[in-house]
């Protein structure tokens, strides 16, 4: 089972390359990923957090029937209706709060065979879709905070880590 990093991973900051070679590896890799985000309770994993540096992600929301595979994915359009929406991230344990995002999605992907998809979401699968697809970017959902709720945040994940000790 593949690790997921967590914050003060340098890989959780740098930035994927795409996927060009669609071998053999690729659906393990993607089979790998649902097995370490389901083992965590998660619905989201973005390859950074597993480090893998290239441009993946899987999305398990309760209510579709299996997970999805998202690969070289590209939002192509955003709603400028906004919402609010309680966030939390495997690579940042018993965090959450409240991040801005569009409402609705174009995105277009691929699959583990290669072949290009474009579907359009809303709801909590774009949240999902957007949230994994900034870890592709090294970037975190508390980046998406203002500065003094990122800065309690972050103060209360270490708190939380020196108790572990």
């Given at each position: 089972?593949?690790?997921?990093?967590?914050?003060?991973?340098?890989?959780?900051?740098?930035?994927?390359?795409?996927?060009k070679d669609f071998g053999p590896e690729i659906p393990v890799l993607a089979d790998?990923?649902?097995?370490?985000?389901?083992?965590?309770?998660?619905?989201?994993?973005?390859?950074?957090?597993?480090?893998?540096?290239?441009?993946?992600?899987?999305?398990?929301?309760?209510?579709?029937?299996?997970?999805?595979?998202?690969?070289?994915?590209?939002?192509?359009?955003?709603?400028?209706?906004?919402?609010?929406?309680?966030?939390?991230?495997?690579?940042?344990?018993?965090?959450?709060?409240?991040?801005?995002?569009?409402?609705?999605?174009?995105?277009?992907?691929?699959?583990?065979e290669g072949k290009p998809f474009t579907i359009k979401a809303d709801g909590l699968?774009?949240?999902?879709?957007q949230h994994e697809n900034d870890h592709l970017q090294g970037v975190l959902f508390?980046?998406?905070?203002?500065?003094?709720?990122?800065?309690?945040?972050?103060?209360?994940?270490?708190?939380?880590?020196?108790?572990?000790?």
């Open positions: 089972m593949l690790d997921i990093l967590t914050l003060g991973d340098e890989f959780l900051r740098e930035k994927t390359e795409r996927i790998a990923m649902v097995e370490a985000m389901q083992g965590e309770r998660g619905i989201g994993l973005a390859g950074p957090q597993v480090g893998v540096l290239k441009r993946i992600f899987v999305v398990d929301l309760p209510e579709e029937k299996s997970a999805r595979v998202f690969i070289n994915p590209e939002i192509l359009e955003t709603s400028q209706e906004l919402a609010s929406y309680e966030e939390g991230c495997l690579s940042i344990p018993g965090m959450y709060a409240n991040v801005i995002r569009p409402v609705y999605i174009t995105v277009q992907a691929q699959d583990v699968l774009a949240r999902v879709i508390i980046d998406r905070l203002t500065e003094e709720k990122r800065e309690k945040i972050l103060k209360e994940y270490e708190k939380r880590g020196k108790r572990k000790k």
